[in-house]
């Protein structure tokens, strides 16, 4: 079973004076920078960037040709990863990712990134519904405080609610630390 792993979004809009910070993303992207770090230490062929550039310039941030869009340095792709660039919050939508996975023989990945009620949610379900086993690694994703009809929905409660409804019915969800640690049992 080969398995991939998948950074959604960790791009420099998401940080402090970013165009749409969220909460807490630096420890996000310091636990997708351990998880990153395995994969090229233990299956460095199958690492997949994914970068966001916005379609539309009303979408306010990621516009292309801005240092805004770039990815974090915490988790720069190297010469031999993958980018693919996407329009929308599904990382498969009109992009290579799923042929490049399934040409790689993948059937397993491994979900990190950001907005986790966004982009991560509609990854996850993608790869799931497309027929990856899929495992998201939650405290390697970020996300903001949400409002409704005047409701302030804090960013943790939004984030475990979205990694809540994910978890066993559709995908496994691991900690960077629980998961670092099974791949370190299973070598």
Request: hydrophobic share 40%; net charge negative; with cysteine.
């Amino acid at each position: 079973m080969s398995t991939a792993l998948i950074i959604v979004d960790i791009q420099n809009d998401y940080f402090p004076n970013g165009k749409m910070e969220l909460s807490k993303p630096e420890k996000a992207a310091t636990n997708a920078a351990k998880v990153l770090e395995w994969f090229r230490q233990n299956n460095k062929d199958n690492i997949f960037h994914v970068q966001h550039i916005a379609g539309d310039p009303a979408l306010g941030f990621f516009l292309p040709d801005t240092e805004g869009v770039e990815i974090h340095e915490a988790v720069q792709p190297v010469e031999t990863e993958s980018i693919i660039i996407k329009h929308f919050p599904n990382s498969f939508l009109q992009t290579e990712l799923e042929s490049k996975l399934r040409k790689n023989g993948v059937t397993k990945v491994v979900v990190v990134g950001m907005m986790t009620h966004m982009c991560i949610d509609a990854t996850v379900r993608a790869a799931v519904d497309l027929g990856f086993k899929t495992t998201l690694i939650e405290d390697a994703c970020a996300t903001k405080d949400l409002s409704y009809q005047g409701k302030v929905v804090s960013a943790e409660q939004v984030h475990y609610a979205f990694v809540g409804a994910l978890n066993g019915m559709y995908c496994e969800v691991n900690s960077t630390e629980d998961f670092l640690q099974q791949a370190a049992n299973k070598s």
